[in-house]
């Protein structure tokens, strides 16, 4: 139905900022919730933020909450992540994924990307 790619990922000094970003392909992107997930080595996958097909509303795990931002540009089949004052803890594989539900949980999500890499040195 929909096919997920992020980029925008790589290597920045802690206190810094990276966008990423996730282009979609299909004719349905507006009609899905979207969610940004990360999985750092030996850790499962982890709920950073979701938006609404609307935009309307965003929701944020702790960790992320007043550093990061989701937002989405339906326009051109796109969502985005801009992460601020980044920490050697927020090092991970980023994926984004899209799903029918609006939902933290990673199995409520049918469709992902194959992911991208942060890595924060401090």
């Known amino acids: 139905q929909v096919q997920l790619v992020e980029s925008g990922g790589g290597l920045v000094q802690a206190g810094g900022s990276l966008r990423l970003s996730c282009a979609a392909s299909g004719n349905t992107f507006s009609t899905y919730a979207m969610g940004w997930f990360r999985q750092a080595p030996g850790k499962g996958r982890e709920f950073v933020a979701r938006i609404r097909a609307s935009a309307s509303s965003a929701t944020y795990a702790d960790s992320a909450k007043g550093r990061f931002t989701i937002s989405r540009d339906n326009a051109k089949n796109t969502v985005y992540l801009q992460m601020n004052n980044l920490e050697p803890e927020d090092t991970a594989v980023y994926y984004c994924?899209?799903?029918?539900?609006?939902?933290?949980?990673?199995?409520?999500?049918?469709?992902w990307g194959q992911g991208t890499q942060v890595t924060v040195s401090s």
């Open positions: 994924a899209a799903t029918r539900l609006y939902s933290t949980s990673p199995g409520q999500y049918g469709y």
